[in-house]
């Protein structure tokens, strides 16, 4: 028997290396033979690399959700990096992203089916009134962009993740977050703003006023520049910082994780995202039983941030803030009584992209309210924004029963990211919807599942590593 299989090995060997010497040659011969035509080698190995991707979807569709997840906090920076540094087709990837997840959407769709509840329904409402609403007029790219959170919540509705697959996941989350908010605070402590104002001036249009970033990038009363780390500007990382807290407290127990994460939301100078925190961890802390872990994190937390008000220069902007004096929460105030005022005079709504971030860059008089239930109403009318409220508040009943940590955070996010809607368009953000409403989409199916008693399960602390 040894000897046969010696000797199978050894003509295994000198095949597959005549195997690989081949396809190497191949390789090469193709590319000189595009080259002599003059075809571009970068657009065939985009080509070649788009192929061999749907080939691994096809197969490994789980692991390419995963990588697709994680790759998403450093997407926007890494798109305008690749736009900066390489060909113009790389500006292409933006768009190329939701392509990718709705392909992974149609594989998991396939593999594990989908059976509609109410969240869904409201959500098909809203969708279709957008629709409808679009016949008359309006902007199909500015409907597809805000209505970039559906393509997310629907990857979390035809994913069937394992508890031990979640856990990781989760935890995995937590540690991407904390380490981007600490290489983010390098720009606000070492380099400054200059880097990002040249990188913004070259490929962006609506993130300059000048030479210098826009004012979103400071505040006022506050003369540092607010942490934006990897995302497009602090108010999207803001609120991503808001959802590693939310994993952390209920996945994982390691202190220096959260210490990070909670030192790049005071970073970021953000008060949506620290009201939406606010909110949501005590009512975290209420269902899992763990009150006295809440009170002892409180106080550390109240101690970073009393520590970084004189460290980055806070007291100004708090003491503004508190007066209400600061331009911003005029500007807020003054936002959503023009928004009210708007949606009253068109209760139909006047159109996608007649409002909102696309509305701004397109015409200089278009209609910019610092609310994502407003920009809604004003587009597609007020009955549209009531299926998406209606939408929230479902989903929000259904997750409630799912007393798991799954459960528990999309409860959270629901709570944290609904309370920052209020006051900021961010539904326009795909790569932050992936992670805001992925594992709302994960918790509604999970909630189709028969659970165990909620009574037996409800102090779920012990169990976490």
């Known amino acids: 028997m040894s000897d046969t299989a010696q000797s199978v090995e050894q003509l295994k060997n000198p095949l597959a290396s005549a195997l690989g010497i081949s396809c190497g040659l191949l390789i090469l011969f193709l590319a000189a033979l595009l080259h002599v ?7 065939s190995v985009v080509i070649l690399t788009g192929a061999t991707l749907l080939w691994i979807m096809l197969w490994r569709p789980m692991v390419c959700l995963g990588a697709f997840l994680a790759v998403m906090p450093v997407f926007p920076l890494a798109v305008m990096l690749g736009e900066y540094f390489g060909p113009h087709y790389i500006s292409w990837a933006s768009a190329f992203s939701r392509v990718v997840l709705v392909l992974l959407i149609c594989v998991l769709w396939r593999r594990n089916g989908l059976t509609l509840q109410t969240p869904d329904w409201f959500a098909l409402s809203c969708f279709g009134l957008a629709m409808a609403r679009l016949a008359f007029g309006g902007m199909l790219i500015s409907l597809l962009a805000d209505f970039n959170c559906m393509i997310a919540y629907t990857a979390g509705r035809v994913t069937v993740l394992p508890e031990i697959s979640e856990r990781r996941w989760a935890k995995r989350a937590v540690w991407i977050i904390a380490v981007l908010s600490v290489l983010g605070m390098t720009e606000v402590f070492i380099f400054g703003e200059g880097p990002r104002a040249a990188l913004y001036m070259a490929v ?4 300059m006023t000048g030479e210098g970033l826009n004012p979103v990038f400071h505040a006022e009363g506050f003369g540092g520049l607010r942490e934006s780390a990897t995302m497009v500007g602090p108010l999207t990382f803001a609120s991503l910082c808001m959802i590693g807290l939310f ?23 953000t008060r949506s995202a620290w009201v939406g925190t606010a909110l949501a961890i005590p009512l975290l802390a209420v269902l899992t039983k763990q009150m ?12 970073l941030f009393i520590v970084s008000i004189p460290l980055l220069g806070l007291g100004d902007y708090l003491f503004l803030a508190k007066s209400g004096q600061d331009y911003s929460t005029q500007g807020h105030q003054e936002s959503i009584l023009q928004g009210l005022q708007y949606v009253a005079a068109h209760p139909f709504g006047s159109g996608p992209g007649t409002a909102g971030a696309y509305a701004t860059q397109t015409n200089s008089n278009g209609a910019f309210f ?4 407003l920009t809604l109403a004003a587009e597609y009318g007020i009955l549209a924004t009531m299926c998406f409220l209606a939408f929230l508040v479902s989903a929000f009943r259904q997750v409630w029963r799912v007393r798991t940590p799954l459960g528990y955070a999309a409860v959270s996010i629901l709570v944290g990211f609904g309370a920052v809607m209020m006051v900021a368009p961010l539904h326009l953000d795909f790569p932050l919807a992936t992670w805001i409403w992925f594992p709302v989409g994960l918790a509604v199916r999970s909630s189709g599942v028969l659970l165990p008693d909620p009574g037996s399960a409800t102090d779920i602390g012990p169990s976490y590593s």
């Open 370 to 373: 610092e609310s994502t239930y």
């Open 204 to 207: 962006t249009d609506g993130e």
């Open 37 to 43: 035509l003059g075809i571009s080698l970068a657009i």
């Open 247 to 269: 994993l952390w407290w209920l996945y994982c127990r390691n202190p220096l994780p959260a210490a990070m994460i909670a030192a790049g939301l005071v970073c970021s100078v």
């Open 292 to 303: 006295k872990r809440f009170l002892i994190y409180a106080a550390l937390a109240l101690g």
